[in-house]
């Protein structure tokens, strides 16, 4: 088991969304890597996007962070090295399958690595077809168990455009042990440990945004709420991709804290007063028993 597992280290809030009008795509990340109980976090110690090649993304949440580099070049070595017009080469078919080929050979390696080299086996095949004979039933039913068990604890988000761009973007998820998950219909995707919470102030958001405007608000509404589970740090990433450019635009942490800023104050404001009195008409008698009136 790498050392950064066994320290618990994190990284911890991913988002990505479409824009269909500017047909762009906002990612927003914190930058925190935690350490569990071990170390004190670092807020502001990781950009987690990475680019794959050709307008295409990555952004990563991780258990074991050793294990992300090695998944993404690997998945960029495969794309290089597909003998097609470059067009081709970066299909949304191709990326998935580059992702997919990549992971599994990580998650091969780490079991290998951690699970049976010690005992001479070089690849999973070579175990499956000696290993009961050399270890018995019981003590090779033991480590079918462990492999089993196995996950890589890495959970990607992958994003680009196709060319050409204007047919619009792509995404989706890779989870281990290298099963992708189109978000082609959702135009909306989170990982890592506030995952579910940004999840859910983006859940009446799906198909995507009509604006850019929109799509970089929400997200940053959506970033913000998941500060409060476990590990997700409060510095943030906000990314526009375009499908008609290569350029990126980040935001200015400026920017970011004043877009924070609105979203508290809005928050504060409590119910509308034409709701609050709604409300209180129609539980007029619920609120007189309360207040003994």
Request: aromatic residues 10%; hydrophobic residues 40%.
């Amino acid at each position: 088991m790498a050392i950064y597992e066994q320290l618990g280290l994190t990284v911890t809030i991913c988002i990505v969304a479409y824009a269909h009008q500017s047909n762009c795509i906002v990612s927003a990340s914190d930058r925190r890597l935690s350490f569990g109980d071990a170390v004190e976090s670092a807020d502001d110690a990781a950009l987690k996007l990475r680019g794959i090649g050709r307008q295409w993304y990555c952004l990563y949440a991780a258990n074991d962070i050793s294990a992300v580099s090695g998944v993404i070049q690997g998945a960029r070595e495969r794309l290089e090295a597909l003998k097609l017009p470059k067009e081709q080469r970066y299909s949304v078919r191709a990326v998935r399958e580059a992702f997919e080929g990549s992971y599994r050979t990580m998650v091969h390696d780490r079991i290998v690595g951690d699970f049976l080299c010690l005992y001479g086996f070089k690849t999973l095949d070579d175990f499956l077809s000696r290993g009961l004979a050399a270890f018995g039933q019981k003590k090779f039913d033991s480590l079918i168990d462990e492999i089993d068990k196995f996950n890589l604890g890495v959970s990607l988000l992958v994003y680009g455009f196709e060319d050409p761009a204007e047919f619009g973007a792509h995404l989706f998820s890779v989870y281990s042990p290298g099963i992708t998950y189109s978000l082609d219909i959702e135009r909306i995707g989170t990982i890592g440990s506030g995952a579910q919470i940004a999840q859910a102030a983006l859940a009446t958001y799906v198909g995507g945004f009509a604006s850019i405007t929109d799509a970089v608000y929400r997200v940053c509404e959506a970033k913000f709420a998941s500060e409060s589970a476990s590990d997700v740090g409060r510095s943030t990433t906000v990314v526009i991709s375009r499908g008609e450019s290569r350029n990126m635009l980040i935001m200015k942490n400026a920017e970011v804290e004043a877009l924070r800023t609105i979203w508290k104050a809005e928050r504060a404001k409590g119910l509308p007063e034409e709701a609050k009195s709604l409300l209180e008409n129609s539980f007029r008698t619920i609120l007189e028993e309360e207040t003994g009136d």
